[in-house]
T-cell receptor, first 112, second 114 residues
């Protein structure tokens, strides 16, 4: 497609459950980023990939959060043992050599 | 990461120019100045970026102070669709990479009145 696609657009899960959020970047974009955004705040960096490898995962809050990009295209953000504080909009972005990031519309995660 | 300071909010009237300021007094020589905006219920959108010289594109202009410690995003004729949160971000290009992370602050909420 023409843009960054994120699925699902909304996810409601129970505290303690495991969730996976998917990101389809723009074809040919080698860099892929994950952010999360709470209400009234700017996006908070989580991790970014260059190809298949994580180039910077300094923003992952703890070991319950993990992300993969096995073939250098689609990426999955995985959250184990979800907590109510994980509720946020999770944003994915990709970029080409120009460096400009193109963001998806995000996945709204609600942990109840 | 070098930090930026922006006003919390600004207001403008439709079809008037808007000047959004950003201070970045601790900017380093390899930091690019990036601007993104975020419309309600959408992900951020790239607007413009620059290093030293002023930049123009179809969306906006970026004016960079000679000492690079401040910059201004200029929307030449505001429309209602320009109402958004505008983020000014410094991005390190050391090592020649254009792929480093972007660190967002709180941004400036721009309200455009009809």
């Amino acid at each position: 497609g023409a843009g960054v696609s994120q699925t699902p657009s909304n996810k409601v899960t129970e505290k303690g459950k495991y969730v996976e959020l998917r990101c389809d970047p723009i074809s040919g974009h080698t860099a892929l980023y994950w952010y999360r955004q709470s209400l009234g705040q700017g996006p908070e960096f989580l991790i970014y990939f260059q190809g298949t490898g994580a180039a910077d995962d300094s923003g992952l809050p703890n070991d319950r959060f993990f992300a993969v990009r096995p073939e250098g295209s689609v990426s999955t953000l995985k959250i184990q043992r979800t907590e109510r504080g994980d509720s946020a909009v999770y944003l994915c972005a990709s970029s080409s050599k120009t460096g400009a990031l193109t963001f998806g519309s995000g996945t709204r995660l609600t942990v109840v | 990461d070098a930090k930026t300071t922006q006003p919390n909010s600004m207001e403008s009237n439709e079809e008037e120019p808007v000047h959004l300021p950003c201070n970045h007094s601790t900017i380093s020589g390899t930091d690019y100045i990036h601007w993104y905006r975020q419309l309600p219920s959408q992900g951020p959108e790239y607007v413009i970026h620059g290093l030293t010289s002023n930049v123009n594109n179809r969306m906006a202009s970026l004016a960079i102070a000679e000492d690079r410690k401040s910059s201004t995003l200029i929307l030449h004729r505001a429309t209602l669709r320009d109402a958004a949160v505008y983020y000014c971000i410094l991005r390190d290009s050391a090592g020649g990479t254009s792929y480093g992370k972007l660190t967002f602050g709180q941004g400036t909420i721009l309200t455009v009145h009809p």
